[in-house]
């Protein structure tokens, strides 16, 4: 039977420090591993178990612009950290706490590359 245990997204920039400022600065994750003085920046973020991989490629940046979600279990602390903070990155569409049809509370960041929705069921 084959079992997975994480999804760890690859998410490509223009310029990886966008990507830095979303996650490490706004959103609290820390850099793992750092290959960012390299002539094709890159390094692995990481918080509460979770895994990302940021990468500087203006050219896979430019083809992909991804969406995702993070869970919690707090969305209220995270969005009051968020909006008081870096409220620049609230997505205009999603900019408060909105309970959805499908049950899940949510609100939504973004940056000049993706769009991260952040959800409590």
Known sequence: MM????LVPNVFYHDIHDGLNLFVNCLGFSIEHDELATVHPFCVIGKDGLRINLFENGAF???????FRLETDNIEEVYQTV??????????????????????????VMDKQLGVIIQQW
């Open 3 to 6: 079992k997975f245990t994480k």
């Open 61 to 67: 940046a430019q083809e992909h612009h991804p969406e």
């Open 83 to 108: 909006a008081s903070n870096y409220p620049e990155f609230l997505h205009p569409n999603l900019n408060k706490i909105t309970l959805r049809p499908w049950g899940a509370r949510e609100f939504a």
